[in-house]
């Protein structure tokens, strides 16, 4: 884990305040148990289903992954910024990295980092359905750009965004399938329970769900925290 705690580069202040709801800004790792403390920190490779009751602090604990992601990579740049050997600008969901060079513009593109999506799974879901059209074959049009990123953060799954003729449904178990096989590191907080999953897994509930839950029960593409506790919202 870098030694920085806290985004100081505008750029990925920028990023995070515009990806996560003002609420949960400001979340502190120090509220959160030592054992989940120190497996987000640095954020795991391999992403997270996150898990617990209403309000024990998921979405918290989401926005502190992508904190720790965002400043994981400043802490590498930062000393290139600082001593002006390097500028960095936002554009297309990817924060692009230019390095001085013996040129008449005197910069050169060296590297691209910190792309990811946060959202609600609801958000999920008109972002997909907004990319295509009704019943059209995912596998012959790919996925939005906007949802192909090096981290996938989806807030509030579970809430069964299903419809009469099964294409949201459709839309995302294509998209979770996408995740899974290309191993993205992807974070999804929801207020199923490990035996949910399970079941849902077996057929047993929600069988609409079983293709998905069998991929997030993948402990090689995804850990599972669980999150025990009361409400902490007064």
């Not at 400001?26 to 987000?40: E, F």
């Not at 294409?167 to 999804?188: S, V």
């Not at 079983?210 to 919202?233: H, M, N, P, T, Y």
Request: glycine share 6%; aromatic share 12%; net charge neutral.
């Amino acid at each position: 884990m870098s030694q920085l705690q806290e985004l100081s580069l505008s750029v990925f202040k920028r990023l995070y305040q515009n990806a996560v709801s003002p609420s949960h800004q400001n979340a502190t790792i120090d509220k959160v148990n030592k054992l989940i403390r120190d497996s987000i920190s640095p954020p795991p490779e391999k992403g997270s289903l996150i898990m617990g009751s209403v309000g024990t602090g998921k979405t918290s604990l989401m926005a502190i992954i992508l904190r720790n992601y965002l400043i994981d990579i400043e802490y590498r740049l930062k000393s290139l910024v600082d001593s002006g050997k390097a500028i960095i600008d936002y554009d297309s969901g990817y924060v692009h990295v230019l390095a001085t060079v013996d040129r008449p513009d005197g910069w050169q593109h060296i590297a691209s980092y910190a792309s990811f999506w946060y959202g609600t799974q609801a958000q999920l879901v008109q972002t997909l359905r907004n990319y295509y059209m009704e019943g059209e074959e995912i596998q012959s049009v790919g996925f939005p750009p906007s949802l192909i990123k090096d981290r996938i953060f989806i807030d509030d799954f579970g809430r069964a965004y299903s419809d009469q003729a099964g294409w949201n449904t459709y839309l995302q178990e294509e998209y979770i399938d996408f995740l899974w096989r290309e191993k993205i590191p992807t974070y999804l907080t929801t207020n199923w329970t490990w035996a949910d999953m399970q079941q849902c897994r077996s057929g047993l509930k929600y069988p609409t769900w079983q293709r998905v839950a069998d991929r997030l029960c993948d402990s090689a593409w995804i850990g599972k925290i669980e999150i025990v506790g009361k409400s902490l919202r007064q």
